[in-house]
C-alpha cells in the first residue's frame, strides 16, 4: 500500500531517506529552504519545494493532515525543527520521527510531541568506537540500550567446528542468528554448518553476553 511522507530538511539524512521511500513507491513531499538541495532531489520525490519553516504560513499549505508519517532531518536549527514538529503535531499526523543531534535537543523535540527521535551522529559514534575497541567485531547495530546484533569474525579456535559443537547459547546465552560466508549468507540449518576461515556469525544478544563473548 502507498503510503504518504513529508521529509523536512535535505541534507545527508533527510534526502537520503526522501529518495528511499519514493523508490519504494511511496508519495515523497521533501521540503528544504535551500534551493539547490531541493533541486538535488526534485527528480527523485513526487514534490520537493523551496521553503521557509520559520514562516508559520508555509505549513497551511502543505497538507499535513493527509500525510501517514513526516521526518524532520534538520539539524542545524533548532527553532525550525521546533516549528515542524508542533505544526505536524497539530495537524495529527500518525507518526513523526525527528532527528537531533543532542540529547536535549531531542528532549525537547520529544515533549513537544514527536513519537521518535533518532540520533545519527551518537549512534554512528558508539557503533564506531565499538568496531573500533571489540576484538573480532566486524560491525555492530543497536537495537535498545541493552541489546543489540554484532558480526564476529570466527577466531581461530572455532574452525572446524559447529554452532553447536560450541554450546555459544548455553555458555553466552547468545542467539546465532546466520554466518556470513563470502557473498553468501547461512541462515538454514545454522546450528550444524561446520565454520571455515573468515567467516562471519551474526550474533544476537544483551549487550553484557555479547561483551563476555568477545573475550572468548
Not at 519504494?24 to 514534490?47: C, I
Not at 558508539?126 to 568496531?131: G, H, N, P, S, V
Not at 540500550?145 to 574452525?159: A, C, F, L, Q, R
Not at 549468507?185 to 573468515?198: H, K, Y
Request: hydrophobic fraction near 45%; aromatic fraction near 8%; glycine fraction near 6%.
Amino acid at each position: 500500500m502507498v503510503k504518504s511522507f513529508i521529509i523536512f530538511g535535505l541534507g545527508r539524512l533527510g534526502s537520503t531517506v526522501a529518495k528511499t521511500l519514493y523508490n519504494m513507491h511511496n508519495d515523497v513531499l521533501a521540503v528544504d529552504m535551500n534551493p539547490e538541495r531541493v533541486k538535488y532531489v526534485s527528480e527523485n520525490v513526487t514534490t520537493a519545494i523551496e521553503a521557509d519553516l520559520m514562516d508559520e504560513d508555509v505549513f497551511d499549505d502543505l497538507g499535513l493532515s493527509n500525510f501517514d508519517c513526516a521526518v524532520i532531518a534538520i539539524g542545524s536549527s533548532l527553532d525550525s525543527a521546533i516549528m515542524a514538529t508542533i505544526a505536524c503535531v497539530e495537524a495529527g499526523i500518525p507518526l513523526i520521527v525527528a532527528k537531533a543531534p543532542t540529547k536535549r535537543y531531542g528532549h525537547i523535540l520529544k515533549r513537544l510531541g514527536a513519537h521518535t527521535i533518532i540520533y545519527p551522529e551518537i549512534d554512528m559514534g558508539m557503533r564506531l568506537a565499538k568496531q573500533l575497541t571489540d576484538n573480532g567485531i566486524t560491525d555492530y547495530f543497536e537495537l535498545s540500550d541493552d541489546y543489540g546484533i554484532i558480526e564476529y569474525e570466527v577466531s581461530e579456535n572455532w574452525i572446524g567446528k559447529s554452532i553447536r559443537d560450541l554450546q555459544l547459547r548455553r555458555d553466552f546465552h547468545v542467539n546465532v542468528i546466520a554466518i556470513r560466508r563470502a557473498k553468501d549468507l547461512i541462515v538454514r540449518r545454522v546450528a550444524e554448518e561446520e565454520l571455515q576461515r573468515n567467516d562471519i556469525i551474526i550474533f544476537f544478544g544483551s549487550d553484557d553476553d555479547l561483551k563476555k563473548l568477545q573475550h572468548e
